[in-house]
């Protein structure tokens, strides 16, 4: 682990190797974050986060407990997270609504995402608020926010067309199994 000498990483929380911890993150006790991440300056990693491996949390970054970030996703500056419906002071939940980011998936600047599943190699454009799931490979914006397009693990748009098929330039190859749903496939 990294740490900036500003940095506070509570005693019980676990920090993988090689991970960066730049000023005033904070990473909770019961937090778990994994090898090779960046939590940049001002970010806090509230108890009952898990973070994967390479994840990159840009600065203003809070992630509050229920939020589970898979391998390889990046959260870009000033994201908000909901863990909370119905909030009151000094009143709190049972149990935490969840939020999952799945492995590659990418959120742009100032996104605001209530307790949703962002699917794996999806894009969620700056500024976007996320009301409800988000399939894998998915470019959504707006608010709230809507399908606008497929994308490959690469960030690409894909375009379809009228085909069931296409490849991206970066070589990967999907096929359209639904309106709402893609797959990558061998090529």
Avoid at 2 to 10: E, F, G, K, T, W
Avoid at 24 to 53: M, Q, Y
Avoid at 174 to 179: A, D, G, I, P
């Amino acid at each position: 682990m990294n740490l900036h000498p500003q940095a506070l990483v509570d005693p019980g929380a676990i920090v993988g190797a090689r991970t960066r911890v730049w000023a005033f993150a904070h990473v909770c006790a019961g937090a778990v974050v994994g090898e090779d991440c960046n939590l940049c300056d001002h970010t806090f990693v509230e108890k009952g986060v898990r973070i994967g491996h390479r994840v990159t949390l840009k600065c203003g970054v809070y992630l509050w407990d229920g939020v589970v970030l898979d391998d390889d996703v990046f959260v870009g500056p000033g994201v908000a997270f909901v863990n909370d419906l119905r909030p009151r002071s000094r009143k709190y939940p049972a149990q935490f609504l969840k939020t999952h980011l799945q492995q590659g998936c990418t959120v742009g600047a100032n996104a605001t995402l209530l307790p949703v599943t962002i699917g794996r190699g999806a894009m969620v454009a700056a500024g976007a608020v996320v009301t409800r799931d988000v399939p894998a490979h998915a470019l959504v914006r707006g608010n709230p926010a809507r399908w606008v397009n497929w994308v490959c693990d690469c960030g690409e748009t894909l375009d379809f067309q009228a085909r069931a098929r296409t490849a991206c330039g970066c070589g990967r190859n999907f096929l359209k199994v639904s309106e709402t749903s893609i797959q990558a496939i061998n090529p």
